[in-house]
């Protein structure tokens, strides 16, 4: 397998090598933050707003940024530039650093900051050609799924309930209004506009979500940021899922019954394409 590139408080050095302390908070308390950055053809995608959304995720749990902007992208550069995959994912994970386990905040305590440069899996073409299968769960997180957290187990616990239902994303349903996916954003297609879920503190804010809602503009499509109630999954004519790793997908069944005619639809398909040049320009 090829090294993996990795970047442990302001060294590089290859995956393998990283050690971090039991008494890092992020392991004792998941009590970090952290982004997942897509790079295709060797160019980071939508570098800016991630590094936004980072440095907002580290302000909301109260870590100060341990870089500047500039210090973040030459990070980021630097891992690309190690690696010999054409498409990556890098990881970055801030936590609160190393102290003796006391749920306070420690003093004099620097954050710990993580990073690696991961392949970039492709798309399976039978889930691009057929479309994917999501389960509906009850939404177990806390009240601030706006912040990135590390702390992912009722995601880590929907995922793996659809997983064993035979579905490719759990979706999380809150107060009988669908939010989002384990690990995605979600769309719907009705009556030929589109609907997503408003950014508030009920869902993350997806850099995906951000650029399918831009091409859909490009498009002359009506999209609402709108709360979704569960029953239209049932009636939906589309649905879709975005995320920086599968970049959108089209769901073709939920809880088993088929979206639409159960096939992906032609308006996701215009925005798949869409999205596909838009990659590439970083
Ligand atoms: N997850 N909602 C949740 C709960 C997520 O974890 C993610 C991404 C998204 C999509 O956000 P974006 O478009 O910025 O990737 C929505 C990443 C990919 C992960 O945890 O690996």
């Known amino acids: 397998m090829a090294e993996i590139p990795a970047f442990l408080n302001d060294e590089y050095m290859p995956l393998e090598a990283c050690q971090i302390s039991p008494l890092d908070r992020g392991f004792i308390f998941g009590d970090g933050v952290y982004e997942l950055i897509p790079v295709y053809d060797r160019k980071a995608f939508c570098l800016q707003p991630h590094l936004v959304r980072l440095a907002r995720s580290l302000e909301q749990v109260h870590i100060q940024n341990p ?6 992208e030459g990070i980021v550069e630097n891992l690309i530039r190690q690696s010999n995959c054409i498409d990556l994912a890098v990881y970055i994970q801030v936590t609160r650093g190393i102290a003796p386990r006391d749920h306070g905040f420690p003093e004099n305590t620097s954050p710990t900051v993580f990073a690696m440069a ?11 050609q057929k479309g994917v299968a999501l389960n509906i769960v009850k939404d177990t997180r806390w009240q601030r799924c706006d912040i990135k957290v590390i702390d992912l187990l009722p995601n880590v616990l929907a995922k793996q309930s659809a997983l064993q239902a035979g579905a490719a994303e759990a979706i999380m349903v809150r107060d009988g209004f ?21 950014k508030d503190s009920l869902i993350l804010p997806g850099i995906t979500r951000d650029v399918i809602l831009e091409l859909l503009g490009v498009l002359g499509q009506k999209c609402h940021e709108q709360a979704i109630p569960e029953n239209w999954l049932y009636e939906a004519d589309e649905l879709w899922i975005t995320s920086s790793a599968k970049g959108i997908l089209a769901a073709t069944t939920v809880n088993q019954c088929p979206v639409g005619n159960g096939a992906p639809g032609k308006l996701w398909k215009d925005v798949y394409d869409l999205y596909q040049q838009r990659k590439f320009l970083g």
């Open 118 to 128: 991961n392949l970039l899996a492709d798309i399976a073409d039978e889930q691009l």
């Open 67 to 72: 870089y500047t902007h500039k210090q973040w």
């Open 178 to 198: 669908a939010l989002e996916g384990s690990s995605s954003n979600l769309f719907v297609v009705r009556d030929g506009e589109v609907f997503t879920h408003p």
